[in-house]
């Protein structure tokens, strides 16, 4: 498709699990963002990666969440250990990296910890 | 302070009212500016960009003052259908983060 793609699009497991998230954004983008967004809420910025550049991890809340992006394309989002609070729709997106263009969501996952 | 700050509202105003929204932001290096939209549960849409010069998409218009950093988003003849939360973005350009506010929520009733 021509969009970003995330799956799985629900997630639910139980306390204490690991979790993967993956993000498949649009063909050609460069920068590609994780943000996680709790009922109710704004969006919470998590992680950027730009190119061949070091992600920006400013916003991750902790030492159990990490991401990676392989070949500048597909990027998964780990959760180690997850606790209740972890639940939250995590949505990812994605731009050509350029000045003046704007950032393209996917549907998201819906996650949600037992 | 945070980075870009909006009024979270809530808004509630009738049919065909007008109404606007404001957004500040701190860094004086931003270089592009976004208004999106988003729905309940679901994930934002761009609305439309925001040019210096200021622009217009049918009933919406963007302004920017680069002096006073802040952007703004106006709604003439408001409709049902924008029922939304409407959320700002700033850009830093040159390959920097964009950084979304936190929200504004517009109920547009009967």
């Known amino acids: 498709g021509a969009g970003v793609s995330q799956s799985p699009s629900n997630k639910v497991t139980e306390k204490g699990k690991d979790v993967e998230l993956r993000c498949d954004p649009i063909s050609g983008h460069t920068a590609l963002y994780w943000y996680r967004q709790s009922l109710g809420q704004g969006l919470e910025f998590l992680i950027y990666?730009?190119?061949?550049?070091?992600?920006?991890k400013s916003g991750l809340p902790s030492d159990r969440f990490s991401a990676e992006r392989t070949g500048g394309s597909v990027s998964t989002l780990t959760i180690q250990r997850t606790q209740q609070e972890d639940s939250a729709v995590y949505l990812c997106a994605s731009s050509p990296g350029q000045p003046g263009q704007p950032q393209h969501f996917g549907d998201g996952t819906r996650l949600s910890i037992l | 302070r945070k980075e870009v700050e909006q009024d979270p509202g809530p808004f509630n105003v009738p049919e065909g009212a007008t109404v606007a929204f404001n957004c500040t932001y701190s860094n004086s290096a931003s270089q592009s500016f976004f208004w999106y939209r988003q729905d309940c549960r679901k994930e934002p849409k761009l609305l439309m960009s925001?040019?210096?010069s200021g622009n217009e998409d049918g009933r919406f218009t963007a302004q920017l003052n680069r002096a006073s950093q802040y952007i703004s988003l106006l709604i003439r003849d408001s409709k049902l259908s924008d029922s939304a939360t409407y959320l700002c973005v700033v850009n830093r350009g040159s390959a920097g983060k964009s950084t979304f506010g936190d929200g504004t929520t517009l109920t547009v009733k009967p």
């Open positions: 990666f730009q190119g061949n550049s070091a992600p920006d």
């Open positions: 925001v040019y210096s």
